[in-house]
């Protein structure tokens, strides 16, 4: 049997990278799924590549009413919401040391990283608790763990936030099945990371020096952790920082 066999899952920030894979593996697994994300484009070629039953939503996740028409559009389509990937997440060129940091930088990544979260959580849930339960996963970061010197202190701390709600998250619904968990990838092979260390060598060598597996993560390799948070093989987990990062997190000195 399918994984996720007759589950619906919203999952945001689906049209490209890690939301693009999340999406068709969980329609592999068997799960009904809301592909949503701000560019209406790209949500269609994801839905083009899924295997199963999916469709595509325009949805900004910084918008209250926005979010709230993702909600309803899903348990209308569906019959109901059982999973909330909140994947959808910024992280611009200006987003600096906090020396550099403009507001306006610092409010555009705290409005989606953080806003998004908080908004798809408020308006998702109480679909899972209609259905008697489900699974939430907040895509938060290592970042969250661990410090920088090569800081990025609005997207930082908007994952840091992520990882607060989570908790309280999890605390307030757990004996109403509902689990909430933070996915926190390590970095991760993407078009946007390869083009900045394309462009700095010497920066790829200085980051690698602290991965222990001296590698970038695959996407799929992070979406499996999200599979198994949104299955019930992952029933007795919840308020987790699950933690998918090659074991960056828990180095001192890595291998030379």
Not at 187 to 210: C, K, S
């Amino acid at each position: 049997m399918a994984r996720l066999d007759g589950k619906v899952c919203v999952i945001t920030g689906a049209g490209g990278g890690m939301g693009r894979d999340a999406a068709i593996l969980f329609t592999e697994e068997g799960a009904k799924v809301c592909v949503a994300d701000v560019n209406e484009e790209a949500a269609q070629e994801t839905v083009a590549q899924c295997q199963g039953d999916a469709f595509a939503i325009t949805a900004n996740v910084a918008d209250e009413k926005s979010v709230a028409t993702m909600m309803r559009a899903t348990a209308e389509r569906f019959g109901g919401i059982d999973v909330l990937y909140n994947n959808a997440g910024i992280s611009p060129d200006d987003d600096a040391s906090v020396l550099d940091t403009s507001v306006e930088a610092w409010d555009r990544v705290q409005a989606v990283n953080t806003r998004g979260v908080f908004l798809c959580c408020k308006h998702g849930i109480p679909y899972l608790l209609e259905r008697g339960g489900g699974s939430v996963i907040n895509v938060a970061s290592f970042v969250a763990i661990v410090g920088a010197a090569t800081s990025q202190i609005s997207y930082t701390a908007s994952k840091g936030a992520v990882l607060s709600m989570t908790r309280e998250l999890a605390v307030q619904f757990a004996r109403e099945n509902v689990r909430v968990n933070a996915l926190c990838p390590g970095p991760v092979e993407t078009p946007l990371l390869l083009n900045i260390f394309g462009a700095d060598p010497a920066a790829l060598e200085r980051r690698r020096t602290h991965w222990p597996t001296g590698r970038l993560a695959k996407p799929r390799e992070i979406v499996n952790g999200a599979l198994f948070l949104a299955s019930d093989e992952s029933s007795y987990v919840t308020g987790a920082t699950f933690l998918v990062d090659g074991g960056l997190t828990a180095a001192y000195v890595t291998p030379a």
